[in-house]
């Protein structure tokens, strides 16, 4: 399913709310236009010819750049954009929330799939140190015993910062991560599948439609997220069984999936407990089985300095505070370390389903043994 995809819970506004959501929209749309591209100009013309004499000079490259009037209105602009889209989300949710919240609980009476809350799980500190990409209270932000604010406002968010990104309507990090099991991986039929780190659950529901005769099971910590993302798939009519837990420990049976996939997990997760994930993939993948980490295209032996600069922008100024842990990381090398074989894993970029963003994407695989190659 795309971003174009539509579902009742999504929040509904009149002339007004639409005309703030377009004006949001045309600042970062310009953002991204003419003041990233007047920033690189002077970038080019200003700063790049010092710095190809002296190339080892980045503290000198970003006290240059950090002087320049196009990057302070360049980053101005981002971060005032940012923040007035989630006020004006906020504003639109709230007045339309208990119209939500009612659909919700209607919706999710009888459909297929399942919520599993566990009231005793402590998140880890991380989590609550900032309010990722200015999100109102955060990942973790959770008014009440039925709130489901944090999963609207997650999901309306990214859409309409999707969009001031130039990344399409039609745009889905599942369906790219589907299209490269069925180029790479034809043969495998997955019976259990796991989306971790599952937020408002807007990939997860894309599995069952892909692969009917799977069971789909999707973890996060945030309770909210998931009473949402259980809402919205029940209104999608799409089984999938949500679970509260940590994607380093997630309670499930050794060897029980036979495809595991995260989306934009990792930038989120502090560098100490991204090990941990993956050893809970390796151990919960079954021979034959394949995991899949899609995430943004951040690496850092893949940009050039100015790019590291202007990337480590969300990390200094858009409370994306494990941004830069997730940069230096090798998860290639994470993934070996957890037991996967060396020549099973393999790291990509690939293009987008809808936009000029790419994905990067980390994959490991267990060998199949014997019963597993006759059982398929």
Known sequence: M?????????????????????????????????????????????????????????????????ALNSYKLWSCANRASQNRMWQVLAEQIDNDYDRITQVADEV??????????????????????????GQPGGYMLNRAEHDLAAGILYEAGGNLFALGQGIGKTDSKAQRVL???????????PRRIL????????????????????????????PAMLRFARARAAALGSPVHFRQADAASTGF?????????????????????????????????????????????????????????????????????HWLDFAAADLPAMLVEAGFPADSVSSDYLQAVDGPIPWYVAVASKPADKATSSAR
């Open 195 to 222: 989306d971790l780190g599952c937020s408002a659950g807007g990939q997860s529901t894309d599995y069952p439609a892909a692969f009917p005769d799977a069971e789909v099971h999707a973890v996060d910590l945030a």
């Open 179 to 189: 299209q490269y099991v069925a180029e790479q991986h034809p043969d495998l039929k």
């Open 2 to 66: 795309s971003r174009a995809t539509r579902h009742q819970l999504q929040p509904q506004t009149d002339h007004d709310g639409l005309s703030r959501q377009l004006a949001v929209l045309a600042c970062k749309q310009a953002i991204r236009g003419s003041l990233e591209q007047q920033l690189t100009r002077d970038y080019e013309q200003r700063v790049r010819p010092a710095l190809a004499k002296e190339p080892d000079c980045a503290a000198d490259m970003e006290h240059e750049v950090r």
């Open 253 to 321: 049976d050794a060897g029980s999936f036979d495809l595991i996939v995260s989306h934009n997990l990792f930038h989120e997760t502090a560098a100490e407990h991204m090990p941990a994930i993956i050893q809970e993939c390796h151990r919960l993948l079954a021979p034959g089985g394949v995991c899949i980490h899609q995430d943004v295209p951040i690496q850092l032996d893949r940009l050039e300095p100015f790019a590291q600069f202007i990337s480590a922008w969300q990390h200094d100024n858009n409370d994306e505070a």
């Open 108 to 133: 999710s009476a009888n459909a297929p799939g399942s919520l599993d809350l566990d009231e005793t799980l402590q998140a880890p500190d991380y989590q609550f140190a900032a309010n990722i990409h």
